[in-house]
């Protein structure tokens, strides 16, 4: 498995808060969170890619739009770049087992943007199956309700008790 | 030689005429004959394809998965920044003006499409709709979905996007958009079956219509204007997996 260090995030300007992240892949780094959340892009999918390491392949405009990267920051990056910390470890580790299962994943994500603002999606994955093999993962988000976003809130928050 | 394209029902119906044109000028530019199928129906579309041999198609984007994945049939091209949005508009003066304003038991005029349900439905999950709490109206046209919405028999409509815009300004005058998709990333594809061995002077024949003024009119016929692409395998299945994740 391929790894790529991600650098600290430069402190935002407003008020954020410091997290160190420690990434399944034994790297770790620390992000800045604010309170600012980001609306979902009315209409939108938000669309990546990512090969057989998370490392991405693709994102398309939503995706740069909203994270605040630049393209050529977010193609070659590990996906977990938009790793929020208060999103639970056993969410992404239900992700991973289930498309390399070779099955479809949905939940609710909360993604952490370059400034440490967020965005709630709801968001689904499907391993990439060419001549039967898996080459790598696609993953569509759409905007998630009001009332879905409030249960994964308490749900993640009760999981990440649990986590500590 | 004679080939069968099939040309997917949802088109809206002032681009019948520009379909026969691009079929007359294919033949000219390719040397094929072809004969053009139309069906009405999404049900038609698929009698045909079982009792006829469709040699090409010009597929809906969630047909188009299946016959990719099961019927035999590959991508080759599609037409250039013209993705498949659609709309789900309110009558003007109903006080629906907002997705939100929608609650569960409310009714949904709409043709029979499959696409365009699909994205709606995707698009009402973000207030809380799911396909059960909706009353539905499936009407013949959707011009019969817009008079359903404005003499107030439903509170809101779902339309193909090209289809929305080509209503007459007097029906668009008394409606509203609540949301229309932008999805980008999905389109109608021209698919052609594996077994049609001499598809290259039909595709090469498509590809450059751009390149005469005969073809630049009936690209604009179709409201198709920057013309068709070439597709890889790989945009056929990257596309298929995207509308894999919308399914549910």
Not at chain 1, 9 to 31: C, E, F, I, K, W
């Amino acid at each position: 498995m391929k790894s790529v260090q991600l650098p600290d995030m430069d402190q935002p300007a407003s008020d954020a808060t410091a997290h160190r992240l420690n990434y399944s892949d034994g790297l770790s780094r620390v992000v800045y969170t604010t309170e600012n959340e980001l609306p979902y892009p009315d209409g939108k999918l938000i669309v990546s890619r990512v090969d057989l390491d998370g490392i991405i392949t693709h994102a398309n405009d939503a995706f740069v739009d909203i994270s605040g990267y630049s393209r050529d920051e977010l193609i070659g990056a590990p996906h977990h770049i938009l790793r929020h910390p208060q999103m639970p470890k056993a969410a992404f580790k239900d992700l991973w087992q289930t498309v390399e299962a070779g099955k479809k994943w949905h939940g609710y994500v909360k993604n952490l943007c370059k400034d440490g603002s967020y965005y709630w999606v709801y968001a689904t994955a499907v391993p990439n199956i060419r001549h039967g093999e898996t080459v790598g993962y696609t993953s569509v988000r759409r905007k998630p309700s009001r009332s879905k976003i409030a249960q994964a809130e308490a749900l993640y928050r009760k999981m990440l008790e649990e986590q500590a | 030689m004679t080939i069968n394209l099939l040309i997917a029902p949802d088109f809206a119906p002032e681009r019948f005429a520009g379909w026969h044109m691009l079929n007359t000028l294919l033949q000219k530019k390719s040397g094929i004959h072809i004969h053009l199928l139309t069906p009405a129906s999404a049900h038609e579309q698929n009698d045909l394809i079982q009792a006829q041999n469709v040699d090409i198609i010009y597929a809906n984007p969630f047909d188009a998965a299946t016959m990719i994945r099961e019927q035999g049939y590959r991508a080759v091209a599609r037409p250039l920044g013209k993705s498949d949005e659609m709309v789900i508009a309110a009558k003007a003066d109903s006080g629906i003006v907002a997705l939100d304003d929608l609650k569960v038991g409310c009714t949904i005029a709409m043709a029979d499409n499959r696409d365009v349900k699909l994205i709606g439905l995707r698009l009402l999950e973000a207030v809380d709709l799911l396909e059960a709490d909706i009353t539905w109206k499936v009407t013949e046209t959707y011009q019969a979905a817009a008079r359903n919405l404005i003499k107030g028999e439903a509170d809101a409509a779902f339309f193909l996007s090209e289809v929305y815009d080509s209503l007459s300004r007097l029906t668009l005058s008394q409606m509203q958009v609540l949301i229309e998709s932008d999805l980008s990333d999905i389109s109608h594809v021209l698919l052609v079956k594996e077994s049609f061995a001499d598809s290259e002077p039909f595709i090469d024949a498509l590809l450059s219509l751009k390149d005469t003024a005969e073809g630049e009119q009936v690209l604009q016929e179709l409201g198709m204007s920057d013309g068709f692409e070439p597709m890889t395998q790989e945009d056929g299945e990257f596309m298929i997996d995207l509308m894999d994740t919308l399914l549910d």
